[in-house]
């Protein structure tokens, strides 16, 4: 079955401390992998997709890499504005799947 | 810039009413999906449309059916709420499935809470 999987749930930072958050996943052949960021009471925005094992992709004080069994979205010297829930999701390589999403972490950075 | 808009932001209905969720996607999509969100369970797929009348059912469909008369519009429909219903509901559209790593955008979602 496919899974996908968020370590932690919840991450407390002071600003400038950098962290990681991590994306586990079991996918039948992986046809891409996406990074959001969720605000309380909005729906999710997007922020990356990463296709293959060992791709990067940076976007200000984020970065997202790939493994063959996870992802990790690296927070480089957080500003409270980067308080959210970051959730990851999968999409499998059959074709007509949807996205599979993980429960996601809510990162809160405090000055 | 990309828009996919839900019809209601806030509603609160009382159990056994019907319910209409209407979502609209401006960007010529053939992907339409409806999510429900709570606490501890992350997203889950209700139903989703690859094209006009056509539909597949997603993760949690039971308790809920889906129309898409036009390619722009996507509705969820509670036959009959109940208070297990009670959610955060997220419509969502994509250009292609067919086509790899196509995101996914987001509406701001509707809150319903059946009493």
């Known amino acids: 079955e496919d899974q996908v999987t968020q370590s932690p749930e919840a991450l407390r930072l002071q600003e400038g401390e950098s962290s990681s958050l991590n994306c586990s996943y079991t996918v039948s052949g992986l046809r891409g992998l996406f990074w959001y960021r969720q605000d309380p009471g909005k729906g999710p925005e997007f922020l990356f997709t990463l296709y293959s094992a060992g791709e990067e992709k940076e976007k200000e004080r984020l970065k997202a890499t790939l493994t063959k069994k996870e992802s990790f979205l690296h927070i480089t010297a957080p500003k409270p504005e980067d308080s959210a829930t970051y959730l990851c999701?999968?999409?499998?390589?059959?074709?007509?799947?949807?996205?599979?999403f993980g429960k996601g972490t809510t990162l809160s950075v405090s000055s | 810039d990309v828009k996919v808009t839900q019809s209601s932001r806030y509603l609160v209905k009382r159990t056994g009413e019907k319910v209409f969720l209407e979502c609209v996607q401006d960007m010529d999509h053939e992907n339409m999906f409806w999510y429900r969100q709570d606490p501890g369970l992350g997203l889950r797929l209700i139903y989703f449309?690859?094209?006009?009348?056509?539909?597949e059912k997603g993760d949690i469909p039971e308790g809920y059916s889906v129309s898409r008369e036009k390619k722009e519009r996507f509705s969820l429909i509670l036959e009959s709420a109940s208070t297990n219903q009670t959610s955060m509901y997220l419509c969502a559209s994509s250009l292609a499935l067919r086509l790899a790593g196509e995101e996914l955008f987001f509406g701001e979602g509707s809150r319903l809470t059946v009493l």
């Open positions: 449309s690859y094209d006009v009348k056509m539909k």
């Open positions: 999701a999968v999409q499998a390589n059959q074709a007509g799947t949807a996205l599979i």
